[in-house]
């Protein structure tokens, strides 16, 4: 048998081991965001790729990580953003649209950062939004004409099955900050809130009416900002929609706030109907055992499962923006080493041109594979930029694994069958702990006064 068959096997065999999906059964997920050029260049033919000159075990479709097929690595989990696209109907091939649906589980963002920051694809939509920017009254009264929530709410039933609402969010306004730039800008706190809701009302009249009824289930928004009140009026506002979960954004997901927030939710039975909470923009390794620590406390006090879910995009801008891989940190007791280090790969030309050898880190499942001689592709003596492609795509994918083996090992050194906690920081056990008492008591003002030296590590007050 020739030595690239055997090798192609090897990583076979390997799939079982590489598929992270099961290890997340009892703790909170981690969501990469992925961004659709990385999904749509998972479905690319092998010839389609450096003219077919790669390693004859990989072809391109072992990026997708969702399909158990990957003889990379595998992970039933994923967010993907309606706000990178300008239609509501996908027609080009990527991972997300492609994939079977039977446990894998892709949690939609509904746009609402894209709608704040005014990066609007849809060129008829971003035109109709900023033809009424400096009119709040205008956009007020025309909001539901720019089309911009049809195409959301379509495109999230259509190919996501857990989805957060539309949010108008409180950060893009001049009232939260006085420099903004958002096409939104001009709208009072006030405006957005009534805005959200009419959202809110809009999405549980129409979901899933062009898909008899089998569209997505829905994460209602919680927003904050610094302004005094502004959390609680947003609360009151959409609270008694019902829909199957809850996303927590903005500064409503600092660990305080949300900790009062969840405590109220239980006293108002605001959690009858949920299934999942999400976290907006968080990362591993200590946001892995927080929110572990309060999937469970939360479970118990609500009296039935709900799953935690959190995501960031940084492995994605480290490869793209820095070209940067990450490194598993060595887990120890020390505070300081629950973080997610990354370096810059060299580029340059021995590197591209393998007179030096440079390897990838030894965990991760594409080292069996590749090297960074791989990525590092374009030989050429005076070019600026040597990563091509897939030389991208293969840091990104490396970096998402290297995110959820670093998440599943923090949740098994406090949670697992066999903890360690001579590798966890003594701080973060106190935290897990002061999160069961604090549910399990109440969840009183007082509790969180006492414990604030605790909470401000994780917490940290705002500077004067």
Known sequence: MMSAEIATMRCLLDTTM???????EKYAVYLPSLQQHYAEFATKDRGD?????????FRPNDLDFLSPDSRLWSCKYALYSSGQFEKAFVTTDDMVINRKREGVIVV???????????????????????????????????????????????????????AMTLDLPLWASTEA??????????????????????NLRYFQENRARNFSGEGTKFLNVIQDIEQVGAGDLWYDAV?????????????????????????????????????????????????SVIYTAIQQAVSKAADRPIRFTYD?????????????????????SDLRSWRMPSRQIPQNMQVARGNVRVDLPEF???SRIFNVNHIVFHKQANRFGRVDNLGEHLMTNHNIYTFHATALEACDLVFGAKPDGSRVPLVLQELVSFVNVFFENGGSEQLISDNAKLLDVFDPPPKP
Do not use: C
Request: a positive charge; hydrophobic letters at 30%; zero cysteines.
């Open 49 to 57: 790729v450096r003219q077919g000159r790669i390693p004859r075990n």
């Open 177 to 198: 900050k006085p420099t903004s730039t958002s096409p939104i800008r001009n709208l009072s706190i006030k405006q957005l809130i009534d805005l959200s809701v009419d």
């Open 312 to 332: 960031s995009s940084s492995p994605h801008r480290a490869s793209g923006m820095s070209r940067a891989i990450y490194h598993k940190p060595d887990l120890t």
């Open 239 to 287: 609270k008694d929609f019902e829909f199957e979960g809850w996303a927590f954004g903005g500064r409503s997901s600092l660990l305080r706030n949300m900790l009062r927030r969840l405590r109220t939710m239980l006293d108002e039975d605001k959690l009858k109907r949920t299934e999942v909470i999400h976290l907006l923009a968080k990362s591993p390794p200590i946001q």
């Open 364 to 366: 991760s499942p594409l």
């Open 108 to 162: 939609g963002d509904s746009g609402g950062y894209q709608l704040g920051s005014g990066a609007i694809k849809s060129k008829r939509e971003k035109e109709a939004i900023y033809r009424y920017a400096e009119s709040p009254q205008d956009f007020y009264a025309n909001w539901f004409m720019t089309g911009y929530r049809e195409r959301v709410l379509n495109w999230l039933d259509a190919y996501t099955d857990y």
């Open 18 to 24: 590489r598929d992270l999906t099961d290890r997340y």
